[in-house]
């Protein structure tokens, strides 16, 4: 079980990401100075419904495990980025466009 602090620090990161944009678990890690996206990955799992679980989501593109036809209506709603919709279970974002990039001010903190 992650640390109080760790599980803060992530859903802080988390709250502010914007509408129609996304970050990975590694991103997230990033963001508050740890190289841990699976600890990242834990505190989604355990307390992501707090927040908008939807903008996390794996380096792959696709949509956060067993959420994918709960976190669409999400996506189209905020005009998120997709590609390949095969159907409600099958469809990737389209990282190359959502992903929130580096120079955003969430990674104000981290030092590259």
Do not use: K
């Not at 970050?23 to 508050?32: E, P």
């Not at 409600?88 to 001010?105: G, K, M, V």
């Amino acid at each position: 079980m992650p640390n109080q602090e760790f599980v803060n620090a992530v859903l802080a990161v988390v709250e502010r990401i914007p509408s129609g944009r996304v970050m990975t678990y590694g991103d997230v890690g990033i963001a508050i100075g740890s190289e841990a996206p699976r600890a990242v990955g834990r505190v989604m799992a355990l307390y992501g419904h707090a927040v908008a679980w939807w903008r996390v989501v794996p380096a792959s593109g696709l949509p956060p495990q067993g959420h994918a036809r709960l976190a669409l209506p999400h996506y189209r709603e905020e005009g998120t980025p997709l590609r390949r919709v095969a159907s409600p279970d099958d469809y990737r974002i389209a990282l190359s466009s959502a992903r929130l990039p580096y120079t955003h001010e969430i990674y104000a903190e981290v030092a590259f």
